[in-house]
């Protein structure tokens, strides 16, 4: 059978493998015994040794070292072309950053009455007399409480609300002493609205108040709703038609249904053009990040990824400034929607990504692109078919493999592996839900809401740019647990400062952000870390899914001030500190090989495996690569 200097694990591909090294010319292994316990499993181990085998042909052909042959992969160009093209492909994460936030001012309830049947002549409120309506409202404070007088050219008295107007059955002055007999009607004339903010919003448009205030809070649950479809559908089309061509649909997407927004002539109408609008907002977020990480080298891969959320964030000022100086929503949302034309301009220049064309076979345009990229980058090209060991004539080129489907129940594996899942999904939520709710809110925090909008998306940028030194540095659970327990305790002091103190209610609910954005930015990495290779998208996909759920349920959190002014932040505060306990009870993968099997998962929280520097075999660990940089951002949609 013959013999070997030592066996042991090592790590080839992100695969664990048992390597029998031996470096003596005598005494050579002739034959090796392969055992396992199932049909499978063997097929896997059989694919496993060929692969080898070919690489070692290729290796022994090859002029190359191990070390120069790695140095020149296809996702080691670390020059000027994955520069561009990341930068053309962020500008975009601005434009859906800035229309999945631009309902926050389209929706501005002003102050408003029921508009009175007739020509007014005088008006009283709070005993101040006045010859317009539209004057009394630098002196409306309490909205839906407050009463105004008016008497019309005919002589008659109506008492005004918010939503009801009551006409004085019996001869009376313009006074707000009447004990008289009144008739009830409803606002059928419309309403008046307070144009001191806002010329115009959706709010006002439609008169989406009083009965149909409804309305108005199903903008950005519906828009929310289509931007979970929209990751389903469009995570779905970019593996089967290609990354480059799904980029180009929805950025066109998002600039045409931007508009068709604007020109609605009512409130269905608008609707649709919104939900079509987040969904290809959502598919272009989705897409976006496997794009990018399928070109960008391994070293910048997890830095890019996770500051793509930053040019997300700014999206977010550019609305706090555009809200500012455009006060017709039809006109600011236009303008918001133009930030899209200089990336659809460029996009038709963007190349499909190596990765997904050898995935498909097409291998003379994956080698166009790599020739593409090594001119851009004045550095030699490299052949592809001895980079990547692909035999195109023989089994390994082409021959597919047959992958298992997995569904939901997986995650559920053993009880463990379900605790975890429930964990996760529960971090997502919360940090979906915080996320959006302290943007939300920001507008009711006092002083100018558009500074307060414009700070909460500044400070996620310092915050991305904490968890990428602290995931490296301190762990990946440790810098999670800290950030959700921050939030949380936040969360409480700001319920603790007076009314008055609204500059340091905005101050605490920045540090919340932070905090919360910290984490929600964190989980994306640390769930596919988490999971075997088998489950991997899948328990990204689900989690960014729960997600979602937290989103759609922001807005009517935000309402919950209505019963008390911090009970949104006391529900946000709890599920915080709850979430951050639990993320002590996960398991630290930072320095940690990917999982493969559930026996790897398990293990994850007691042991740190070996690593070896071995080189990749060959198209399984394509695969392999394709499917964690996949599993890594499906569903990433902010």
Request: proline share 3%; aromatic share 14%.
């Amino acid at each position: 059978m013959g013999h070997c200097d030592s066996v042991y694990l090592s790590e080839v591909g992100d695969t664990q493998v048992v390597v029998f090294k031996h470096e003596k010319e005598e005494g050579a292994i002739s034959t090796i015994v392969l055992r396992g316990s199932t049909d499978n499993l063997m097929d896997d181990i059989e694919r496993a040794v060929d692969d080898g085998i070919n690489t070692f042909k290729v290796l022994t052909r090859s002029p190359l070292s191990v070390t120069e042959i790695q140095s020149r992969k296809v996702d080691a160009f670390p020059d000027r072309f994955q520069i561009v093209l990341y930068f053309i492909c962020a500008f975009q994460n601005i434009s859906c950053g800035i229309h999945y936030l631009a309902s926050v001012f389209m929706t501005v309830s002003p102050y408003h009455t029921c508009r009175p049947p007739g020509n007014v002549s005088q008006v009283l409120f709070h005993n101040v007399s006045s010859w317009r309506l539209e004057d009394i409202w630098i002196l409306f404070f309490t909205g839906h409480e407050d009463q105004i007088i008016v008497q019309l050219q005919n002589g008659e008295v109506w008492e005004l609300t918010s939503c009801h107007r009551f006409r004085r059955d019996e001869k009376s002055g313009l006074n707000s002493d009447y004990n008289g007999r009144k008739s009830s009607f409803p606002c059928l004339d419309g309403y008046i609205y307070d144009k001191s903010k806002w010329d115009s919003t959706v709010v006002t448009q439609w008169d989406l108040v009083c009965n149909r205030e409804w309305f108005a809070k199903m903008v950005q649950p519906v828009f929310m709703l289509g931007v979970l479809l929209g990751a389903m559908i469009f995570g779905y089309l970019s593996d089967r038609l290609g990354r480059r061509l799904v980029l180009w649909s929805t950025s066109i997407g998002v600039f045409f249904f931007g508009i068709a927004a604007a020109f609605s002539s009512d409130y269905y109408g608008f609707m649709i053009a919104r939900f079509l609008l987040a969904m290809s907002g959502s598919g272009y977020l989705v897409v976006v990040f496997v794009y990018v990480t399928e070109f960008i080298g391994m070293k910048s891969r997890t830095w890019a990824c996770i500051q793509m959320h930053s040019f997300f964030a700014i999206g977010t000022m550019v609305v706090a400034l555009t809200g500012y100086f455009v006060r017709t929503w039809w006109t600011y949302q236009i303008v918001l929607s133009t930030v899209t034309v200089p990336f659809v301009v460029c996009c038709w220049i963007l190349p499909e990504t190596p990765f997904w064309l050898l995935s498909e076979g097409r291998y003379e345009e994956a080698q166009r692109v790599v020739d593409t990229m090594a001119k851009w980058n004045r550095a030699s090209s490299c052949k592809l078919s001895e980079l990547l060991s692909l035999d195109l004539n023989g089994p390994v080129g082409n021959a597919p493999f047959e992958v298992k489907k997995h569904n939901l129940l997986d995650l559920f594996y053993d009880w463990n592996v379900g605790t975890r899942t429930f964990i996760v999904w529960l971090i997502w939520f919360t940090g979906c839900l915080g996320f959006y709710f302290f943007s939300l809110n920001s507008v009711n925090l006092g002083g100018n809401e558009y500074l307060n909008l414009f700070l909460m998306g500044a400070v996620e940028i310092p915050a991305y740019v904490f968890i990428c030194w602290g995931m490296d540095s301190i762990g990946r659970r440790n810098i999670l647990a800290f950030s959700l327990i921050s939030g949380a305790l936040l969360c409480g002091v700001v319920m603790a400062i007076p009314k008055d103190y609204f500059v340091w209610t905005v101050v605490v609910t920045m540090a919340g952000k932070f905090a919360i954005g910290a984490s929600f930015g964190l989980i994306y990495l640390y769930t596919a870390e988490l999971y075997p290779t088998m489950v991997r998208s899948l328990a990204v996909g689900s989690g960014s899914m729960v997600s979602r759920v937290g989103s759609i349920v922001a807005p009517f959190w935000v309402s919950l001030s209505s019963a008390w002014t911090f009970l949104p932040q006391l529900l946000v505060g709890i599920l915080a500190f709850i979430s951050g306990v639990l993320s002590l009870m996960l398991p630290e993968t930072m320095g940690m090989p990917l999982a493969t099997t559930w026996e790897e998962a398990a293990k994850q929280d007691t042991e740190k495996e070996s690593s070896g520097k071995l080189f990749p075999t060959t198209k399984n660990t394509v695969l392999e690569k394709m499917e964690v940089i996949d599993s890594e951002v499906s569903g990433l949609g902010e």
